[in-house]
Nanobody, 126 residues
Framework: QVQLVESGGGLVQAGGSLRLSCAASGLTFSSYAMGWFRQAPGKERDFVAVISRRGGSTFYADSVKGRFTISRDNAKNTVYLQMNSLKPEDTAVYSC???????????????????WGQGTQVTVSS
């Protein structure tokens, strides 16, 4: 049974930082590209970032480029999202997802992913 479990969310002031983690089990972690998505209340789920299976390639949404960094540790079956210079508009539930894909170029839409975590709430106050 595949499980993706996010942690690290919370309440932070604008300009602050948070580091999200997503621990995976029940799958061969290094065979999956990993992505982060977010969903704000009343809005659609949006792509945030994706990292290739070995971590050599990453891609970010324009809204987070230069502020967020995705990374992974295949030995720990964990993917991370370092979020700096947070803004109130970053407030959302952040979810990680796994995709059995070789290339990450197309992994900006939710339907491309095979497994999802439950999400962790990030709230940025102004």
């Amino acid at each position: 049974q595949v499980q993706l479990v996010e942690s690290g969310g919370g309440l932070v002031q604008a300009g602050g930082s948070l580091r999200l983690s997503c621990a995976a089990s029940g799958l061969t972690f290094s065979s999956y590209a990993m992505g982060w998505f977010r969903q704000a209340p009343g809005k659609e789920r949006d792509f945030v970032a994706v990292i290739s299976r070995r971590g050599g390639s990453t891609f970010y949404a324009d809204s987070v480029k230069g502020r967020f960094t995705i990374s992974r540790d295949n030995a720990k079956n964990t993917v991370y999202l370092q979020m700096n210079s947070l803004k109130p508009e970053d407030t959302a539930v952040y979810s990680c997802a796994a995709a059995a894909a070789l290339a990450i170029g197309a992994l900006t839409t939710a339907r491309q992913y095979d497994y999802w975590g439950q999400g962790t709430q990030v709230t940025v106050s102004s």
